[in-house]
């Protein structure tokens, strides 16, 4: 009798199993169309010099915003001095462009206390990424991040990673005793501000890197592997090996300021 109940009902197992397959199946993630659509718009940003070998030397990532003709980075990305005696400028790379490769990036805006950077490229406009809403980010939420995170010594390639929002954090960890101070550290404290804390290892590489929303590819940070970690680790005797991205909103009170959204 059990034999003849498993027998006609085994159909029916078979569709429900093969259902519950397909929904396995077809709830993996596939990032590849955002992907797609946000790679474009993150470009290498370096200080060009054309009698050095190479002639570009990598500093960051950046990402394009407002009309096309400004980029988003982290400020200590910026070098502090160009010798104009060598023809020293500021570029953009642009991977994948076949002509004019290199273009010339001036410096906007700068606000060194979160660590953005606002400048603006020659050429032709390239394909703006979206701000988002930094304030709604909430800890377990999953986000991708594009860069470069190993500069150019493995070729002028974005690289994607995906994120989680670990925790949202002051950007400075509090010392155990006033040995561990330092006048960076103090003045950190003293202008304190939360950066998401993600699960991810980041790279000198993925500084100015665009902390985006899986689905609609909307900015929510930018990227920070030096600044931060400088400050927030630096108690530790082995780095986490975790990452920090400073929130949009420090990035879009920068596009204000110059006039390029208003609010």
Do not use: C
Request: cysteine-free.
């Amino acid at each position: 009798m059990q034999k003849a109940w498993i027998k006609l009902f085994r159909p029916l197992f078979a569709v429900l199993i093969s259902f519950g397959l397909n929904i396995q199946l077809s709830s993996a993630a596939d990032y590849s169309d955002i992907i797609a659509r946000v790679k474009p718009s993150v470009v290498a940003l370096g200080n060009y010099q054309p009698l050095q070998q190479p002639a570009i030397r990598f500093v960051g990532t950046a990402f394009v915003v407002a009309d096309g003709r400004h980029i988003i980075t982290n400020a200590h990305n910026i070098p502090e001095l160009l010798d104009p005696d060598k023809n020293e400028s500021l570029v953009v790379v642009v991977p994948g462009e076949d002509r004019k490769r290199i273009r010339i990036a001036t410096v906007i805006k700068q606000d060194k206390q979160h660590d953005v950077a606002l400048l603006r490229f020659s050429d032709s406009a390239l394909t703006p990424l979206s701000l988002g809403n930094g304030s709604v980010v909430k800890e377990g939420q999953e986000y991708l991040m594009s860069g470069f995170p190993i500069g150019s010594a493995l070729g002028y390639h974005v690289v994607t990673h995906k994120a989680m929002v670990s925790a949202i954090t002051p950007a400075v960890q509090p010392v155990n005793n006033s040995r561990q101070l330092n006048p960076r550290l103090i003045k950190r404290m003293m202008t304190g501000f939360d950066v998401f804390q993600l699960d991810a290892i980041a790279y000198p590489g993925n500084s100015g890197s665009p902390v985006y929303d899986i689905e609609t590819g909307e900015v929510i940070g930018v990227l920070n592997s030096v600044f931060v970690k400088d400050t927030k680790e630096s108690i530790l005797e082995n780095p986490s090996g975790i990452s920090y991205a400073i929130p949009v909103f420090y990035a879009q009170e920068l596009l204000r300021q110059a006039g390029l959204i208003s609010k």
